[in-house]
């Protein structure tokens, strides 16, 4: 079975904190991909990164970092230094080899306080 | 950037109606698919559809649902006798390598579908 959680279902944080929003993934697959996407106010899915299962290496884009970790079948994501801007519902999901579809976590509203 | 179009934004319609909602994908992706989102649930996967035929459905597309390519620009979402629990935000999406370790989805805005 493949599934995705997110525990956190909302945090709030003041302007400039870090805030990190966890992603747990399953999948018995060896060949998997894994990807954040931002839900903003406006409703849109916006994509922000892809991680293949076989590519461990830990990615920094700006503010954003992800760590990928397999051992504990997690894909967190943190942000530094957060802004108003930020405040969006984060999704993780999760497209085994083999299979066109993304298994989405349940998302974490992040709320950025100034 | 290129985007995925979605119209409408919203749509309205009354139990028992079919409706259509349509997505102009990224004109050189070969990959398209629906979500769905119910209001402050998960995002899940309705259908994918490459070279004119569907690739892969969920559970939840049963034969109410239907989608069609019907010119080289459209993709459309069919939605046959609408029951109150189809409301939802449906989501468009479009890749140009699907299933490939490269791959990314573009979403459209989403249209809004409320069953009354």
């Known amino acids: 079975a493949q599934k995705v959680t997110q525990a956190q279902t909302e945090i709030s944080v003041v302007e400039k904190e870090d805030v990190t929003l966890d992603c747990v993934y399953e999948?018995?697959?060896?060949?998997?991909?894994l990807f954040w996407y931002k839900q903003p106010p406006s409703g849109e899915l916006v994509f922000l990164i892809r991680?293949?299962?076989?590519?461990?290496q830990n990615e920094i884009s700006g503010r954003y970092s992800w760590n990928f970790q397999k051992s504990t079948s997690s894909f967190n994501f943190t942000i530094t230094a957060s802004q108003v801007v930020d405040s969006a519902v984060y999704f993780c999901?999760?497209?085994?080899?083999?299979?066109?579809?993304?298994?989405f976590g349940t998302g974490t509203r992040l709320k950025v306080l100034a | 950037e290129p985007e995925v179009t979605q119209t409408p934004s919203h749509q309205v319609t009354q139990m028992g109606q079919e409706v259509i909602l349509r997505c102009v994908p990224i004109?050189?992706?070969?990959?398209f698919y629906w979500y769905r989102q119910i209001l402050g649930q998960k995002v899940e996967f309705l259908v994918s559809?490459?070279?004119?035929?569907?690739?892969?459905k969920s559970e939840i597309f049963d034969d109410q649902f239907s989608v069609e390519r019907p010119d080289g620009s459209n993709f459309t979402l069919k939605i046959r006798s609408t029951k109150l629990e189809d409301s939802a935000m449906y989501f468009c999406?479009?890749?140009?390598?699907?299933?490939?370790?490269?791959?990314?989805?573009?979403f459209g805005s989403g249209t809004q579908l409320s069953v009354l």
């Open positions: 559809f490459y070279n004119n035929e569907i690739s892969e």
């Open positions: 004109s050189n992706h070969l990959y």
């Open positions: 999406a479009s890749s140009d390598r699907a299933g490939r370790h490269n791959e990314k989805l573009f």
């Open positions: 999901a999760l497209r085994s080899s083999g299979t066109y579809k993304y298994i």
């Open positions: 999948t018995r697959d060896t060949t998997y991909y």
């Open positions: 991680r293949n299962s076989f590519d461990e």
